[in-house]
């Protein structure tokens, strides 16, 4: 029979320490973001933390997401702080460590949780309440979630960005965050934990948490191409020879993102310099478009034939990420992706 456990991830941004039954309270030790704290059945990573006025409420891999206040834009978006009031919207990880499944809800939403802002607390007294809003297995592919239970099997591990109304206009949606979170023991208690957020922290801090690997296969996605950015300088600028013997004769996907989506697909990079396409089912497309490749001063060049018999051609630089996926850069920027 599997033992469930209520998760308290209460949200506390405050500088005081709260304690009950049951609960141990914070040893003063505090916390920045990408900082990972544990108990010995849940551990927990604090990702993203600030105040907004408004959330996308596009679905979307952005669904959720802080952002600028914009009267009509938003005039129907339900995540928006009314006058008098401030979201503090937050992303984090969250791994179950026990052998058991864990449930995370309920009290998460309204059981405890405060804000103190200009020494002013904000709690449950004041309807101050958790929402999760949106879950991802891979913090790159991000869905909606509405319901306030969310139950973890052994060893599972998820993103979830989630928000709480405070009622109180901030000076500045830069001002410092403090994030105290509750995490369960196995002893049926809690141990406190406070995350500090500075406006320095945010600007500085890169998320790492997506993986080379699905990176590659993602770069259409803003934080693959952030991801690439922050690694640039550790793939290597490959040569001519390099190049040749890489893609030459072979079938890669390719994702373009600075273009004009002609090159995106499957394609047969063939010997005689002709580009081959597959479409999605797997039956050939062929030759549309007239695609050619080829290579010249360490530097591969895509051309296809528009409907005014005009060649587009781009030239790109090609760094290896890792034997079969190889980043084409145009002018320094990012413009495609190609993987096995």
């Given at each position: ?58 679905y979307g891999d952005e669904f959720a997401m802080p952002k ?125 934990f406070t995350f500090v957020i500075s406006e320095d922290d ?125 980043l084409l850069l145009d002018n320094g920027e990012i413009f ?5």
């Amino acid at each position: 029979m599997k033992k469930k456990i209520l998760l308290g991830l209460l949200v506390i941004i405050s500088l005081f320490t709260i304690t009950g039954c049951g609960q141990n309270g914070s040893s003063g030790k505090t916390y920045s973001l990408g900082d990972t704290v544990k108990t010995d059945i849940i551990s927990f990573k604090l990702i993203a933390g600030e105040f907004t006025y408004a959330l996308v409420n596009t679905y979307g891999d952005e669904f959720a997401m802080p952002k600028e206040y914009n009267a009509e834009d938003d005039n129907n978006n339900p995540y928006v702080a009314s006058k008098g009031h401030t979201l503090a919207a937050f992303t984090f990880y969250v791994e179950n460590l026990d052998r058991a499944s864990i449930d995370i809800g309920g009290s998460f939403n309204s059981e405890f949780g405060s804000i103190t802002y200009e020494k002013e607390n904000y709690g449950v007294n004041n309807d101050s309440e958790v929402v999760f809003k949106a879950t991802s297995e891979d913090n790159i592919n991000w869905e909606s979630y509405s319901s306030d239970n969310i139950l973890l099997q052994a060893g599972e591990k998820k993103y979830f960005r989630a928000y709480i109304d405070i009622p109180t206009d901030v000076k500045n949606l830069d001002d410092t965050m403090e994030l105290t979170i509750y995490l369960p023991t196995s002893e049926d208690k809690t141990e406190a934990f406070t995350f500090v957020i500075s406006e320095d922290d945010r600007n500085n801090y890169k998320d790492d948490e997506i993986t080379e690997n699905i990176a590659i296969k993602n770069l259409d996605k803003k934080v693959a191409q952030e991801y690439f950015n922050n690694h640039l300088v550790d793939y290597s600028i490959m040569n001519s020879d390099e190049i040749k013997s890489s893609i030459e004769g072979r079938k890669l996907n390719v994702i373009e993102i600075g273009g004009d989506g002609r090159w995106k697909g499957s394609f047969t990079f063939q010997t005689s310099g002709r580009i081959y396409e597959e479409s999605d089912n797997g039956y050939a497309v062929g030759y549309a478009n007239n695609r050619t490749w080829s290579i010249s001063d360490n530097k591969l060049t895509l051309s296809w034939v528009n409907g005014n018999k005009e060649t587009i051609s781009t030239i790109c630089e090609v760094r290896k990420i890792q034997d079969g996926a190889y980043l084409l850069l145009d002018n320094g920027e990012i413009f495609g992706i190609l993987y096995v």
